[in-house]
């Protein structure tokens, strides 16, 4: 299993613009957590040690640094790249 990242800027409502992206893969095994994979995500994106808001609708992570203007997404894919 797959996770896709996507980490790009929003509009002043918080809205994702991608005027610009950057993104990732991540390889999953069945033992990491939401956490562990969201820190892995992170990382990928030089986020560490970043904190914001987080939400999660199952398929999709959507994490919000604070003060940043920009927005985080972690997208499970069964299917891969």
Aim: hydrophobic fraction near 35%; proline fraction near 1%; charged fraction near 25%.
């Amino acid at each position: 299993m797959y996770a896709k990242v996507e980490y790009t800027d929003t509009f002043n409502d918080g809205e994702a613009n991608y005027s610009w992206v950057k993104r990732g893969t991540i390889r999953l095994d069945g033992s990491l957590s939401d956490k562990q994979v969201l820190a892995q995500a992170k990382k990928l994106m030089g986020l560490s040690g970043v904190r914001g808001d987080v939400t999660d609708t199952g398929d999709v992570v959507g994490f919000r640094p604070y003060g940043m203007n920009t927005v985080l997404f972690v997208i499970y894919d069964s299917e891969g790249e």
